[in-house]
């Protein structure tokens, strides 16, 4: 079984309309749907915006449905002059840009109690992910880092420090929180995000405009996904 969860109803509406023998069950406010995609079994979740959902939707999955691996799609701001609005970024890594305990001598992003600062993805889903890309006409995708914090990023000098700090491509809310509590339950996990900004002064006005055709491509990726793993 793969877990998929989304931060918004609008980055996994399109992958769960197309399910089959579906189940649906609340837990702890979050409807989490299960079924088939394809004849692939799935469980489907929207988690809610932040880490501290993302991080509690992750656990849940995990404990109730106990999936083979978890996949995070959905949206986020370009850090890098290769991605465009509607491009995808697949991560190879996630970090936390808003966990800092560096005046304790740590380097920035360090999470406590697992002691990393990148945590890495499964690399077979990394590589479904990329080739599934193929299939998406006019879509580029990139691999790197995607780097996490509770805050929407529109501000130049902030997007500046989260690239000179982490070297990402994207950034978001959700991924590294998913991507935590899959590192210490040994869950493999992947994170997709399609550009619907550009993290600068314009964010604001661009993300509204671009975000159902970004969250779009990310769910034709995750349906290609399903198919190939």
């Given at each position: 079984?793969?877990?998929?969860i989304g931060a918004m109803?609008?980055?996994?509406?399109?992958?769960?309309?197309?399910?089959?023998?579906?189940?649906?069950?609340?837990?702890?406010?979050?409807?989490?749907?299960?079924?088939?995609?394809?004849?692939?079994?799935?469980?489907?979740?929207?988690?809610?915006?932040?880490?501290?959902?993302?991080?509690?939707?992750?656990?849940?999955?995990?404990?109730?449905?106990?999936?083979?691996?978890?996949?995070?799609?959905?949206?986020?701001?370009?850090?890098?002059?290769?991605?465009?609005?509607?491009?995808?970024?697949?991560?190879?890594?996630?970090?936390?840009?808003?966990?800092?305990?560096?005046?304790?001598?740590?380097?920035?992003?360090?999470?406590?109690?697992?002691?990393?600062?990148?945590?890495?993805?499964?690399?077979?889903?990394?590589?479904?992910?990329?080739?599934?890309?193929?299939?998406?006409?006019?879509?580029?995708?990139?691999?790197?880092?995607?780097?996490?914090?509770?805050?929407?990023?529109?501000?130049?000098?902030?997007?500046?420090?989260?690239?000179?700090?982490?070297?990402?491509v994207v950034c978001e809310?959700?991924?590294?929180?998913?991507?935590?509590v899959c590192y210490t339950?040994?869950?493999?996990?992947?994170?997709?995000?399609?550009?619907?900004?550009?993290?600068?002064?314009?964010?604001?006005?661009?993300?509204?405009?671009?975000?159902?055709?970004?969250?779009?491509?990310?769910?034709?990726?995750?349906?290609?996904?399903?198919?190939?793993?």
């Amino acid at each position: 079984m793969t877990g998929i969860i989304g931060a918004m109803k609008i980055e996994v509406e399109t992958i769960k309309a197309l399910m089959e023998n579906k189940q649906s069950e609340v837990i702890s406010g979050v409807e989490y749907v299960s079924g088939t995609l394809h004849g692939k079994e799935i469980v489907i979740a929207v988690c809610g915006i932040g880490k501290v959902a993302a991080a509690m939707c992750t656990q849940t999955m995990i404990l109730k449905y106990a999936p083979e691996r978890i996949i995070n799609t959905g949206v986020g701001g370009s850090l890098s002059e290769k991605l465009a609005i509607g491009d995808i970024a697949v991560a190879e890594s996630l970090v936390q840009h808003d966990m800092d305990t560096s005046p304790l001598g740590d380097p920035i992003g360090l999470i406590s109690g697992i002691n990393v600062v990148n945590m890495p993805c499964d690399e077979k889903v990394v590589e479904t992910l990329i080739k599934g890309v193929e299939s998406l006409d006019g879509i580029k995708a990139l691999k790197g880092v995607i780097a996490s914090g509770d805050q929407f990023i529109a501000d130049p000098a902030k997007k500046d420090f989260i690239k000179s700090n982490f070297n990402a491509v994207v950034c978001e809310m959700e991924g590294a929180s998913i991507a935590q509590v899959c590192y210490t339950n040994g869950v493999p996990f992947g994170v997709v995000r399609a550009v619907s900004d550009c993290a600068d002064g314009s964010s604001h006005m661009d993300y509204g405009e671009f975000l159902p055709i970004a969250a779009a491509n990310a769910a034709k990726l995750i349906e290609n996904f399903v198919m190939n793993i």
